[in-house]
T-cell receptor, first 114, second 112 residues
Framework: AQKITQTQPGMFVQEKEAVTLDCTYD???????LFWYKQPSSGEMIFLIY??????QNATEGRYSLNFQKARKSANLVISASQLGDSAMYFC???????????FGAGTRLFVKA | NAGVTQTPKFQVLKTGQSMTLQCAQD?????MYWYRQDPGMGLRLIYY???????DKGEVPNGYNVSRLNKREFSLRLESAAPSQTSVYFC???????????FGQGTRLTVV
């Protein structure tokens, strides 16, 4: 069965510093995708970044990068130059390529300090 | 673009009451989803619809029914609400394979 584990319930980071949010996954699929979503206090879910299991390079989207280590089954999110607006809940998710069922981790709440 | 629109945003039900959560998307996506979000558990898939006319169970379908009315609309029905169904419900569209899902604003449902 597929599983996503986010071991950090809460994280603090100083404004302008980088932070890494951990995500490990378990799957027997060979072809799959990994996602990160952000949920601010307002409640909406915002897509941040995607990494395919066959992508050789780590995905990057602006200040977000995904540190993909396939052998370790980890897909950590790195946020560079943290901003106050980055304070939110962050969810790691996974789906089989071409599939419809996405599973989510329990989330990590990030607090950015001024 | 409105994206994914859910109604209502808040609802309080008494145990045993029924209600339907409505969802509509204007992005011409084939696939649509209903999730529930509970503290400490992330989002769990209730039902999904791969395309108009089809629906399938997700991880936690018990106590729910869905209808894919047309390509735009996907509703979630609670026939007899229970306190265990107190949650935040999200509708989403897109999200097949490598494509990200687009989420509605969520419905906060309390069953007393």
């Amino acid at each position: 069965a597929q599983k996503i584990t986010q071991t950090q319930p809460g994280m603090f980071v100083q404004e302008k510093e980088a932070v890494t949010l951990d995500c490990t996954y378990d799957t027997s699929d060979q072809s799959y995708g990994l996602f990160w979503y952000k949920q601010p206090s307002s409640g909406e879910m915002i897509f941040l970044i995607y990494q395919g299991s066959y992508d050789e390079q780590n995905a990057t989207e602006g200040r977000y990068s995904l540190n993909f280590q396939k052998a370790r089954k980890s897909a950590n999110l790195v946020i560079s130059a943290s901003q106050l607006g980055d304070s939110a809940m962050y969810f790691c998710a996974m789906s089989h390529t071409g599939g419809f069922k996405t599973i989510f981790g329990a989330g990590t709440r990030l607090f950015v300090k001024a | 673009n409105a994206g994914v629109t859910q109604t209502p945003k808040f609802q309080v039900l008494k145990t045993g009451q029924s209600m339907t959560l409505q969802c509509a998307q204007d992005m011409n996506h084939n696939s649509m989803y209903w999730y529930r979000q509970d503290p400490g558990m992330g989002l769990r898939l209730i039902y999904y619809s791969a395309s108009e006319g089809t629906t399938d169970k997700g991880e936690v379908p018990n106590g729910y029914n869905v209808s894919r009315l047309n390509k735009r609309e996907f509703s979630l029905r609670l026939e007899s609400a229970a306190p265990s169904q107190t949650s935040v419900y999200f509708c989403a569209s897109g999200g097949r394979g490598s494509s990200e899902a687009f989420f509605g604003q969520g419905t906060r449902l309390t069953v007393v």
